[in-house]
């Protein structure tokens, strides 16, 4: 089984789509992550973001793992453990601007691609673009969504509960900007696909999106059997 997750910055995907792998059994993959460690690997490498084919060509020569369990899942690159430095405000600033490169995409898109097919008992992907163009004949997609002023309210209380520094303003100007970012795009910009389940969160807490998810999995299962 292939579950699909998109949706905008703060809206609750990965938390959801750990809940459900562990639920499920099922391979999580953070597709985010696998950005954010090209960031990375372009920041080191002293790169600058707007030189697309360099990037692209990092994207191409990184080997990015993720290992683990969803609730500790860890992220190599090339053998390095880079769990904690893809997660700096830096790094998720630089991720933001990489996933614009069109060919960084499309070589993400593939390794995504291999990953899912080659997972056993299937494989939850969530990112912004799941659903619309890695897999679009996933068996369930889902799209979360929740007004800015709440993914940023959650973003903030994640942050402060980490001990990053920033503030509501600051995080809600990010969201905005990633936002404005995701949905320009010239290549696979966030978008709902046409057969999506979307779910507002704005009002809901983990628990009461986490079973509607569920309810609507085993509604598909149940169509498919």
């Known amino acids: 089984m292939i579950i699909a997750i998109d949706g905008p910055s703060g809206a609750g995907k990965s938390t959801l789509g750990k809940m459900l792998a562990t639920k499920l059994?099922?391979?999580?993959?953070?597709?985010?992550?696998?950005?954010?460690?090209?960031a990375l690997a372009s920041v080191q490498a002293n790169v600058r973001l707007d030189e697309s084919e360099k990037v692209a060509a990092i994207a191409e020569?990184?080997?990015?793992?993720?290992?683990?369990?969803?609730d500790s899942l860890q992220v190599f690159m090339d053998g390095d453990d880079v769990t904690a430095a893809i997660r700096t405000l830096e790094i998720a600033q630089a991720a933001s601007v990489v996933s614009t490169n069109s060919?960084?995409?499309?070589?993400?898109?593939?390794?995504q691609r291999e990953i899912g097919n080659a997972a056993p008992n299937g494989?939850?992907?969530?990112?912004?673009?799941?659903?619309?163009?890695?897999?679009?004949?996933a068996d369930i997609k889902f799209f979360l969504t929740a007004k800015p002023d709440a993914r940023a309210r959650r973003r903030f209380e994640e942050d402060k509960a980490k001990g990053r520094s920033s503030s509501y303003e600051q995080t809600l100007a990010e969201i905005n900007q990633r936002d404005e970012r995701d949905v320009s795009r010239a290549d696979s910009p966030l978008t709902i696909a046409d057969d999506a389940v979307v779910i507002d969160t704005s009002e809901l807490?983990?628990?009461?999106?986490?079973?509607a998810m569920l309810a609507k999995i085993q509604e598909q299962k149940a169509s498919a059997a």
């Open 205 to 211: 807490d983990l628990s009461e999106v986490f079973e």
């Open 25 to 38: 059994g099922l391979l999580y993959l953070d597709t985010g992550a696998m950005y954010r460690a090209v």
């Open 103 to 111: 060919e960084v995409r499309r070589i993400m898109v593939r390794h």
């Open 61 to 70: 020569k990184a080997r990015i793992e993720l290992i683990g369990e969803p």
């Open 123 to 137: 494989c939850v992907l969530e990112g912004r673009d799941i659903g619309s163009v890695v897999f679009p004949d």
